[in-house]
């Protein structure tokens, strides 16, 4: 397994047991292969882990795997009995408090805290783009895609067409808050359907910072963020946030009851913290880069500031740059994390195909692109995601994976392979691979990852080369660029010419 990070600790800086207060989105991913990491007796502490579930038998966040025996489980402001493992699934963003000893994670999760993003009506569907595709719900832009984002009891295309098209459908939403000149609030990496829209009595949660706030208490109304719909308070409402009073900016979650034009009689109104403790001495923190200007000056993830000038990047040469989805490790020192690595969590290959053989002993297997030769060798880790979307399989991991299944793979190529950081297993459908050019061949062939993919540059009947009118304006902007990603398309039954490639 990946070992728990070991950090020389810093003069000045305890290691005493954190003060750690409301939510804080956090996940760490693993293998089935992993095993915990204890240390012996020494300094002990806290520290956090924060990003995406990637697989259970304990739960895996961010590469490792964490013994969740006698944790304290809070699941959507809910613990105590009745309340555990059960409740969580693959995708969902958590955040959990981890046992140090020594400056380095035991392997022992204390808390396991998960909240969604927003839970309401679905709105607003675009049409897909690059393989993905946005929603709103309450005025909320949600990014989802086909490979990374996990489904429960609904799917990328069912996304907006549950039950009634007439009728908004209620879902779950899980993910990472995302910079707001990227035009999208929240990258969804986990999407449930809880329940067809019933006014004045389907449930709906939201989060942000309360604006607008009038009224005299108890009636009173204000929006999250400002936009979306107008929530209401009355003498029924529990309020739980400081002095039991709302004031302006106060950033907290509201639960309650959609009405008929889709404003929300608020149940409960309960403040939430949205960044972590000023100290901190051991973090792992998942989530999307925004406020980037350069590696030397100070971004966010989230609302948590961020220091990476003496930060390691990893994998070696990648770019850090606002929208790129990244894991950062280090400690918070007066609110700021002061980053020891960068990695880059982004997957720029995809891959949609037949498994060609499997070799679990070693974390790879391989896929194929028949009728064409040869395969591309795909490693999985203790950050990879497994999804069974054929329901055969309710833990899926690379021990289920056999030859002939169909996958959808999106990860990074190193030195020849792709290092997956989501494997999904799905019905057969169109092929797929996207990747950095080997090389071409005008009018005849791209070669990605080995995989060398005809062109038919007949203009009628051939290939269609996206974005451009032929495939001499398109090499020809290959042969300017000198390279670059480009994606192809083989439709069912696949026969080895691309019927479509678009450059990225």
């Not at 009636?219 to 999250?224: A, K, L, R, T, Y």
């Not at 950050?383 to 054929?390: E, G, M, N, S, W």
């Amino acid at each position: 397994m990946t070992q728990p990070r070991q950090k020389k600790v810093k003069p000045g800086v305890t290691l005493a047991s954190l003060l750690l207060s409301g939510l804080l989105l956090s996940a760490c991913g693993g293998s089935s292969n992993d095993d915990s990491a204890g240390v012996s007796a020494g300094i002990g502490g806290t520290g956090i882990v924060s990003g995406t579930i990637t697989g259970f038998g304990s739960v895996h966040v961010n590469g490792n795997r964490y013994d969740t025996s006698s944790s304290q489980f809070i699941v959507d402001g809910a613990s105590g009995a009745g309340i555990g493992q059960d409740d969580l699934a693959v995708g969902m963003v958590v955040r959990l408090e981890v046992e140090t000893q020594d400056g380095a994670y035991t392997g022992k999760a204390l808390k396991v805290i998960y909240d969604d993003e927003i839970e309401g009506p679905v709105a607003a569907v675009s049409i897909p783009v690059d393989g993905g595709r946005t929603f709103s719900v309450f005025g909320k832009t949600i990014a989802i895609d086909e490979t990374k984002t996990i489904f429960e009891d609904t799917s990328f295309t069912q996304i907006g067409m549950e039950g009634d098209p007439n009728v908004p459908d209620i879902v779950e939403v899980s993910g990472f808050r995302s910079p707001a000149s990227s035009g999208v609030d929240i990258v969804a990496t986990y999407v449930k359907f809880r329940d067809d829209l019933i006014p004045g009595s389907t449930q709906v949660e939201l989060r942000g910072a309360i604006k607008n706030l009038s009224g005299t208490p108890p009636d009173e109304n204000f929006q999250i963020d400002g936009t979306g719909p107008d929530i209401f308070t009355n003498a029924a409402t529990e309020l739980d946030v400081p002095g039991d009073v709302l004031v302006e900016d106060l950033y907290v979650e509201v639960k309650g009851v959609i009405q008929n034009d889709l404003s929300v009689i608020a149940d409960e109104v309960e403040y939430e913290d949205e960044d972590f403790d000023e100290n901190v001495d051991d973090i792992s923190l998942q989530g999307i880069v925004s406020g980037f200007t350069d590696i030397d000056a100070d971004f966010f993830i989230g609302a948590q500031r961020v220091n990476a000038r003496d930060a390691r990047i990893s994998p070696e040469g990648a770019i850090v740059a606002n929208g790129v989805e990244v894991e950062v490790e280090g400690e918070i020192v007066g609110g700021t994390l002061i980053a020891d690595e960068v990695e880059l969590r982004q997957g720029e290959t995809k891959l949609r195909t037949f498994v060609n053989s499997v070799d679990a002993d070693n974390n790879r297997f391989e896929v194929s692109y028949l009728p064409l030769a040869g395969t591309v060798s795909v490693r999985t880790n203790g950050q990879t995601l497994f999804k069974d979307d054929t329901g055969a399989v309710q833990n899926f991991n690379l021990n289920q994976l056999q030859a002939t299944n169909f996958v959808r793979v999106e990860g990074q190529e190193v030195n020849g392979e792709v290092i997956a950081s989501i494997v999904k297993r799905v019905d057969p459908e169109d092929l797929k691979l996207e990747g950095a050019i080997d090389s071409y061949t005008r009018d005849f062939s791209i070669t990605v990852l080995g995989i060398e993919y005809m062109v038919d540059p007949d203009p009628l009947l051939g290939t269609v080369f996206e974005g451009y009118a032929n495939s001499t304006e398109f090499f020809d902007a290959l042969d300017l660029a000198g390279g670059g990603f480009v994606e192809i398309e083989d439709d069912a039954p696949p026969d080895g010419v691309a019927d479509e490639v678009e450059l990225d």
